[in-house]
Every structure is written in structure tokens, then in C-alpha cells.
């Protein structure tokens, strides 16, 4: 059973306009979310997080929006650009009791983003 | 600052042969380390977790092994290697709790 759910595989998107990357989760412990980037042949590369107390946090084009409520959080790349084009990976985790806060993570959804 | 090293970057592998890939981590102490596997149209599946030496945790059932003989060393293995453990298998650091991990460059697995 799937935790964490990304149900876009793929989104295609004209550079400088903005990107939306969706995630949802089911585990209403996961209190810790993440976006990776991740190249073909390469390990993925941490962008951003959020801790659940927040419901947004920012970093230059990327921003990461969280509705705790809805289970939801997404991923918007303002402007984007072509070297945006990559798979995406929503994570998150859990710290309780007996957890050891293991990152799970989503199927991914492949950004292209066109000149 | 903080490296982690993954070896080899490919490797083809008859059916029934044994495996094994290294993770090393530089530049910290104590790190939990991770064994994730990506198959095919599928997302990263956590396989192995260790928060100390010795002290591994599965989390699927499988037909691999890990074991982290040093602090910083990670180690993913198989007696007997199947066509369906082909894949993209990488290793990743953090420092527990909830905080980001670092991934090493991943080693592609094909087994024929």
C-alpha cells in the first residue's frame, strides 16, 4: 500500500512559466515531506522540505506548499527552466515512537520543460 | 563537508552469481545509512536501514543482505543473485531523525 503517491508520472511545461508538482500521503504521522530532483544514471539531489508545523516554506524558484488537512503538499518551480527537467520525488517521514524517521518516497513524476 | 561514495556505478551479473555493492560515507560520524532500490516505472523502495554498526533492519523481504561492518561503510549483498533484483540501487546518508538524506551516484544492477 502506497504512503506517499505522486498520480502525475509525467507534467510538461513551457519554459518561464510555472511548474506544479503534486503529492499526496496517507500516513497522517508524516510530519517531515521533501523534494528531490533526480537525473537519469544519477542519485537524487535534495531540494527542499517542509516541516508540518509550516504550511509553506520557500527557496528562490522553488517553493513547497503543504495542507496538512487534505494530506497534500506540492512543489511549484517559478520561472521554470529547462535544466528543471527531471523526475521528481515527493518524500516523507515520520519521528515517533519506534520509527527511525526512514524517508519514504513517492513513484516520481517527469518534468520536461520546453525551450 | 560530507561525501558519500557508491561502487560500481554498473554491473552485469549472470543469474545465481553473488553481489556485492559498497557505500562508503566521508566526513561524519555516526550517520543512519540507507540501501534504496529503483525498478523499472517505480518509485525509490527502501530496502536496508542502519543506525549504528551491526545494526541492520529490513524493511522487505528479499533475497539480499546488508551489513555495515565499520561506522561509515554500508555493504548490499546476495549468495545467489535473480533476474528480478535488477535495477538502480543507491545508498544514502542522514543524520537521523527528520532530516534530508544525500544519495550517492547509484549503481545499475542488470542481471542476465
Known amino acids: 500500500d502506497q504512503q506517499v503517491k505522486q498520480n502525475s508520472p509525467s507534467l510538461s511545461v513551457q519554459e518561464g512559466r510555472i511548474s506544479i508538482l503534486n503529492c499526496d500521503y496517507t500516513n497522517s504521522m508524516f510530519d517531515y515531506f521533501l523534494w528531490y530532483k533526480k537525473y537519469p544514471a544519477e542519485g537524487p539531489t535534495f531540494l527542499i522540505s517542509i516541516s508540518s508545523i509550516k504550511d509553506k516554506n520557500e527557496d528562490g524558484r522553488f517553493t513547497v506548499f503543504l495542507n496538512k488537512s487534505a494530506k497534500h503538499l506540492s512543489l511549484h518551480i517559478v520561472p521554470s527552466q529547462p535544466g528543471d527537467s527531471a523526475v521528481y520525488f515527493c518524500?516523507?517521514?515520520?519521528?515517533?515512537?519506534?520509527?527511525?524517521?526512514?524517508?519514504?518516497f513517492g513513484k516520481g513524476t517527469k518534468l520536461s520543460v520546453k525551450p | 563537508s560530507q561525501t558519500i561514495h557508491q561502487w560500481p556505478a554498473t554491473l552485469v551479473q549472470p543469474v545465481g552469481s553473488p553481489l556485492s555493492l559498497e557505500c562508503t560515507v566521508e566526513g561524519t560520524s555516526n550517520p543512519n545509512l540507507y540501501w534504496y532500490r529503483q525498478a523499472a516505472g517505480r518509485g525509490l523502495q527502501l530496502l536496508f536501514y542502519?543506525?549504528?554498526?551491526?545494526?541492520i533492519s529490513s524493511e522487505v523481504p528479499q533475497n539480499l543482505s546488508a551489513s555495515r561492518p565499520q561506522d561509515r561503510q554500508f555493504i548490499l549483498s546476495s549468495k545467489k543473485l535473480l533476474l528480478s533484483d535488477s535495477g538502480f540501487y543507491l545508498c544514502?546518508?542522514?543524520?537521523?531523525?527528520?532530516?534530508?538524506?544525500?544519495f550517492g551516484q547509484g549503481t545499475r544492477l542488470t542481471v542476465v
Open positions: 544514502a546518508w542522514n543524520r537521523g531523525g527528520n532530516t534530508e538524506a544525500f
Open positions: 518524500a516523507a517521514s515520520a519521528l515517533y515512537r519506534g520509527s527511525q524517521g526512514n524517508l519514504i
Open positions: 542502519s543506525v549504528g554498526i551491526g545494526q
